[in-house]
């Protein structure tokens, strides 16, 4: 399962959603439904939250995160097997700025530094979740053809 999840969350955020998201934008696009309306708001929301897990190694960063519980940097980097500590470095920053994971400096001799998920990170399990859960029909969809 560890390795569908890393596949398929590579492919997924291997697309270049800008272009779409921008055209959507740019043309004020609406979905006219008896249910639901696409405004610019929400397309906003998607761009946000599209941008936010994009990338290779964010999805692997979470879920290692999720699984074993507050981790030092070496810690990750050894379970994010092919990461070098520049991207890591980079991918944690962006996730601190987002609020998804919490840094912090322990007070030890060499200094470490540990992660861990926020709340709000956890909400990011029913989206990976629905995506897992959609991957998996469509290659069996695919496949069954």
């Known amino acids: 399962m560890n390795y ?10 291997e697309i270049n959603y800008t272009f779409t998201i921008d055209y959507l934008l740019e043309s004020d696009y609406k979905m006219k439904s008896k249910k639901s309306n696409l405004h610019k708001e929400d397309i906003l929301a998607l761009k946000d939250a599209l941008e936010l897990l994009s990338g290779k190694w ?55 530094v540990s992660y861990a998920l926020t709340p709000h990170a956890k909400e990011t ?17 695919i496949k069954g053809k």
């Open 4 to 13: 569908i999840f890393k596949v398929l969350i590579t492919k997924l955020f």
């Open 58 to 112: 964010k999805f692997c960063i979470l879920h290692n995160l999720s699984n074993y519980g507050t981790l030092r940097f070496k810690d990750l980097q050894e379970k994010s097997l092919g990461i070098t500590p520049k991207v890591l470095s980079k991918s944690l920053q962006e996730l601190e700025e987002n609020l998804l994971i919490t840094r912090t400096v322990n007070n030890t001799k060499p200094v470490t």
């Open 125 to 141: 399990e029913a989206v990976v979740n629905a995506l897992i859960g959609f991957g998996l029909k469509h290659r069996k969809k």
